[in-house]
C-alpha cells in the first residue's frame, strides 16, 4: 500500500543528506509518494555548477567519499524524481535569502515552495527531518 513521505533536509553534511537521499530514492521506487523540501544549509548543494562535496560530519561521511560504489546523494535524489515522480521543493525563503532564483537551481527541483504549503501539502504523510 502506497504511503505519503515527507523529508525535510536542512543540513549540509553529508551523511545526513545521503540518508535523506537513500530513503526518498527507495520510497519513491516503492510507488510511495514523496516530497521533500530542502532548506538552509541543504540548498546550496542544488545550485547549478556547484561542484563541492558536502562536509562529512564523521567517519561513515568519509567512509562514503571513499566508496565508489555508493551512489552520490544528488544522483539518487536524481533517481526518486526520474524514477519514482519524487518532488524536490526548494524553499523559497532560503533561496530570497541566498540571492537566487528556481532557475538557478538543478533541473530536478521543482518550484519554489514556502514552508507554510509544504506543510499544508504533506499534513497526513509521515515526516523525516534530515
Do not use: W
Not at 513521505?5 to 521506487?29: D, F, H, N, P, Y
Not at 515522480?85 to 524553499?91: Q, T, W
Amino acid at each position: 500500500m502506497a504511503q505519503k513521505m515527507s523529508i525535510v533536509c536542512v543540513s549540509g553534511a553529508r551523511e545526513k543528506l545521503q540518508m535523506a537521499a537513500m530513503i526518498a530514492s527507495v520510497a519513491a521506487a516503492s510507488g510511495d509518494e514523496v516530497m521533500v523540501f530542502i532548506s538552509m544549509n541543504a540548498l546550496r548543494y542544488f545550485v547549478k555548477g556547484q561542484n563541492n562535496e558536502a562536509p562529512a560530519e564523521g567517519e561513515f561521511g568519509a567512509l562514503i567519499e571513499k566508496n565508489h560504489g555508493v551512489p552520490p546523494f544528488k544522483q539518487l535524489f536524481a533517481f526518486a524524481v526520474d524514477m519514482g515522480g519524487a518532488k524536490l521543493l526548494p524553499c523559497s525563503m532560503a533561496l530570497d535569502l541566498m540571492g537566487l532564483k528556481g532557475d538557478d537551481l538543478d533541473p530536478e527541483l521543482g518550484p519554489p515552495t514556502g514552508l507554510t504549503s509544504f506543510l499544508g501539502d504533506t499534513a497526513d504523510s509521515q515526516v523525516f527531518t534530515f
